[in-house]
């Protein structure tokens, strides 16, 4: 039955309490803030840079790039070459993350906690540090390519899109393992029982029972892989070699030495945030149709095994681990390694060390100064909003959380060219500043930021909090004496991982800096262009350290009591 016209009257309105002057309490004005924050740096350079898609190169309102882009293979090939490498890395690094999750959690192989740690250094490091140690290795003169021919074998380079899945592939797995880890640790164990019961074997049992039971979980992970894979922008350019991928076309179009296309290359990023809302919608889609609840009441044993099995299991988890972690070995061992210019010579030194100090200590400073300002402004919204969106709920704040899902699907790419077409002109000019390298980073994280924070609250009593407003003590002075003080040990772990990929960050930056804000990671895809592969591979063991670093100190707030 519907409501009465007097009925919909009667309904509180949240737009219209929100404009009564006497509901503008602290968490009232935190909301307005927030709104104003992602409508000015989230909404304002979208619509830009939609508005500017419909424009063609002579300034005239046209359907021009849309309709070049399906006609003109240079355009729509790019968006086949995105799909097939995302999709091909997909599918390996489930074939590679299942079986080792599986093999991790079921069984009583040794070195677990190494090969866990071995896997998330991994994920954390940059996918173009990945890709330029492989170049290093089996590049067109690597020297693992070197020695292979010296022995008669031949082996082509890791060039092309082949080496992109390959790298893809071996950086991104852990999404998956991390995912169907945790799902496999807490998955009802009498399911299979029943099923083994029927007399289903072993194999059977993992294609028909717990394969289809964890399928919500294994394609958030192969959601994860798909996208990171969709939106990179550093591995596809070092190694593509002409191999063209969307992101890769876009900032082609957008920066280029003969003047660029700005308006194509809004197209080709609306197509971009386009396919992976698609994707995002596509994933949502199966994962309705195949959901099923367990109990949870018994959880799986981790199963014995025969010493020679246990081992053979060991070797290959190992085997798995170890290989993904060779690209950061690879770039600290050629850090020390002599160099004159792109050839390395027998002998170690720390002269590469000593160049990068010389020429671009600037960067340096850069990376963690940018990044450390977006981390403090990331904690402080993660925490506010968080609160709002846990303790205040309403359709304003149901609508804030949408809004707030905008960053998951656009690549970082896709983000720094619509800010520069939102900044580039009066009244706001903030091209070319560090102001908006601290935006982008913001704006790309903050989500990760908000979901620890507000998964971290929900596990807080709200009791506590009820109890120190009884004694007289304000909301606000509460939440920052009481309720930011127990949030912040888990908010301050989930911030960290924020840091770590903050540093790492190339794709937006490679798009908004200026020689006067060069980072790390742009410094890096720079050096390694020009053939500088010692003081790119110092700058690279840089980061590594600083992700190694963060990442323990991750690990031991997170042993506080409050997990990620």
């Not at 009884?470 to 127990?486: H, N």
């Not at 990929?501 to 006067?516: D, F, P």
Request: overall charge positive.
């Amino acid at each position: 039955m519907q409501p009465t016209n007097a009925a919909r009257a009667l309904q509180p309105n949240p737009f219209k309490r929100l404009l009564q002057p006497k509901q503008w309490d602290f968490w009232t004005w935190v909301t307005v803030i927030v709104y104003v924050f992602l409508l000015a740096f989230i909404l304002y350079p979208l619509v830009s840079l939609f508005y500017n898609s419909f424009f063609n190169d002579k300034g005239d309102f046209s359907l021009e790039n849309y309709g070049n882009f399906l006609k003109l293979k240079y355009y729509y090939g790019s968006l086949w070459n995105s799909l097939k490498v995302s999709a091909l890395a997909t599918v390996f690094a489930i074939l590679v993350g299942v079986p080792l999750a599986y093999v991790t959690t079921r069984y009583n192989v040794k070195f677990k906690g190494l090969i866990q740690i071995l896997v998330i250094m991994s994920l954390l490091s940059p996918p173009f540090i990945g890709a330029y140690s492989w170049i290093l290795m089996l590049g067109n003169n690597g020297f693992i390519t070197r020695f292979l021919q010296d022995i008669g074998i031949p082996f082509q380079s890791v060039y092309g899109w082949k080496g992109i899945v390959f790298v893809f592939t071996l950086q991104f797995y852990p999404h998956i393992y991390l995912y169907v880890s945790g799902a496999l640790k807490t998955i009802d164990t009498s399911l299979e029982e029943a099923a083994e019961s029927l007399g289903r074997g072993a194999f059977h049992r993992l294609m028909t029972v717990t394969l289809p039971l964890i399928f919500p979980t294994l394609s958030a992970g192969a959601l994860m892989v798909f996208m990171a894979s969709f939106a990179d922008f550093g591995t596809p350019m070092l190694l593509g070699q002409g191999f063209k991928v969307l992101p890769i076309l876009a900032y082609e179009q957008f920066i280029s030495e003969m003047g660029g296309n700005p308006a194509m290359a809004s197209t080709l990023s609306v197509i971009l945030i386009f396919c992976s809302t698609a994707i995002l919608f596509v994933q949502r889609h199966f994962v309705s149709r195949k959901n099923y609840s367990m109990t949870g009441m018994r959880t799986p044993k981790v199963q014995p095994l025969k010493t020679l099995p246990k081992w053979l299991l060991t070797f290959g988890a190992l085997l798995v681990a170890c290989i993904s972690i060779i690209p950061q070995a690879t770039v600290i061992v050629t850090s020390f390694i002599k160099t004159k210019g792109p050839v390395f010579h027998p002998g170690f030194s720390l002269n590469s060390y000593k160049e990068i100090l010389y020429r671009v200590p600037k960067a340096i400073a850069h990376t963690y100064s940018f990044s450390l300002i977006s981390i403090v402004i990331m904690i402080v919204m993660g925490m506010l909003v968080a609160y709002v969106l846990v303790r205040r709920k309403s359709k304003l704040t149901a609508m804030l959380d949408g809004i707030l899902m905008i960053p998951y699907v656009m690549p970082g790419t896709v983000l720094g060219i619509s800010l520069i077409i939102a900044f580039n002109k009066p009244p706001v000019i903030l091209t070319g500043t560090w102001v908006i390298l601290v935006i982008a980073y913001v704006v790309r994280k903050l989500p990760y930021t908000i979901r620890s924070s507000t998964a971290i609250l929900t596990q807080l009593d709200k009791s506590v909090e009820e109890a120190s407003i009884s004694l007289g003590v304000p909301p606000m002075k509460t939440f920052f004496k009481t309720t930011g003080r127990m949030m912040a040990p888990g908010v301050m772990s989930g911030a960290i991982l924020s840091w770590i990929t903050t540093i790492n960050e190339l794709s937006s930056t490679v798009v908004l800096y200026t020689g006067a804000t060069a980072t790390i990671s742009v410094t890096i895809y720079s050096e390694v262009f020009t053939a500088n592969y010692g003081t790119g591979a110092a700058l690279a063991s840089i980061l590594s350290i600083s992700t190694l670093i963060s990442l323990l100190i991750a690990s031991k707030l997170s042993k506080k009591g409050l997990q990620l």
